[in-house]
């Protein structure tokens, strides 16, 4: 099952950076598991130099679904399933209630705009430095990899994974790639998030809808994972022009489709709260969406965590 997912508030147009952060964190297997195993408020005290884990579980706390959320969730992913509701929402509005608030998030991360690749980093080197051994082995298992596009060369998972393996972090169980390039046009959008693309799970009528970049022989990276051994959790965008974050997180449940989250949805009017990945392409062209953080997780360890 994917886990629930709820929407953020965003009221003064300056917090979507944490909750794509916070989308990211929770929808990945690994991190979800470690941080409800030993790191929410039920079981941990932050001290009070742990400001960001403590504003991580007040939020945690309060975007969890309560059991009629998991019933619905259960109940829409068996018709999606079943082909009674292949394009449904899988959380209907009068079902998954109020909007998130951000306001944890920004009592931890600080007031204003920030850059989200930041926070990431900020909140891994908080958890290396806690006393709690369960903060520093989850710390222990996060790496960032800044990856600067070249002139006249879009940056690849490729790209990503040759630097993983010099710096010898290819094992690690979460990396997340912090792309940075200028601002593009459309169709170098379309094809920067072709290449960063998951195909996995895709039925061969969305792999034919694929940019053709995705069609030519290549490297495994070169498909939408990292290395063989790596799948995506989150793309995280970055509208320029409106200096403004979204992101599209991978569904557990099918891997072919990813849940939408932008907490100014006005700002990407039509864009449904889950697409299949074949549409990020032509979704992230259309809405000047460039990729800027994507997260992975270890497919082996998330494997070990579900036996």
């Known amino acids: 099952m994917s886990f629930p997912h709820r929407d953020f508030s965003n009221p003064d147009a300056k917090t979507c950076w944490l909750s794509c952060l916070f989308q990211a964190l929770w929808h990945s297997t690994v991190f979800h598991a470690v941080f409800e195993k030993d790191l929410v408020a039920e079981k941990y005290q932050p001290a009070l130099d742990e400001a960001l884990l403590t504003a991580l579980q007040q939020t945690w706390g309060q975007y969890k679904a309560d059991d009629c959320n998991n019933m619905q969730e259960e109940v829409v992913e068996a018709e999606v399933q079943s082909g009674g509701r292949e394009h449904a929402d899988p959380k209907p509005e ?13 009592g931890g991360f600080g007031e204003g705009y920030g850059d989200m690749s930041e926070a990431l980093a900020c909140l891994q080197s908080e958890l290396s430095d806690s006393t709690n051994l369960a903060a520093i082995a989850l710390s222990d298992r996060m790496v960032l990899l800044p990856l600067l596009a ?29 792309i940075t390039v ?29 940019p053709d970049i995705l069609n030519t022989p290549s490297d495994a990276s070169e498909k939408g994972s990292l290395g063989s051994s790596h799948k995506m959790v989150a793309l995280v965008c970055y509208m320029f022009h409106l200096q403004h974050y979204v992101a599209f997180c991978q569904r557990q449940s099918n891997p072919a489709r990813c849940c939408f989250f932008n907490d100014l949805p006005e700002l990407t009017n039509g864009v449904p709260k889950e697409v299949d990945w074949a549409q990020v392409p032509q979704i992230c062209g259309q809405y000047s969406l460039t990729p800027r953080l994507v997260l992975y997780e270890s497919a082996e360890t998330v494997g070990e965590m579900m036996q």
Not at 182 to 187: A, I, K, M, Y
Not at 191 to 202: D, E, F, K, M, R
């Open 150 to 178: 070249t002139e006249g060369v879009l940056p690849s998972p490729a790209m990503a994974w040759k630097q993983a393996l010099e710096w010898q972090v290819n094992t690690a169980a979460l990396i997340s790639v912090d």
């Open 94 to 106: 009068s079902i998954v209630g109020a909007l998130v608030p951000a306001d944890g998030l920004v």
């Open 182 to 210: 200028p601002q593009l046009t459309r169709e170098n959008i379309e094809s920067l998030v072709g290449l960063w693309l998951p195909t996995h799970g895709a039925t061969a009528d969305q792999e034919n809808a694929l």
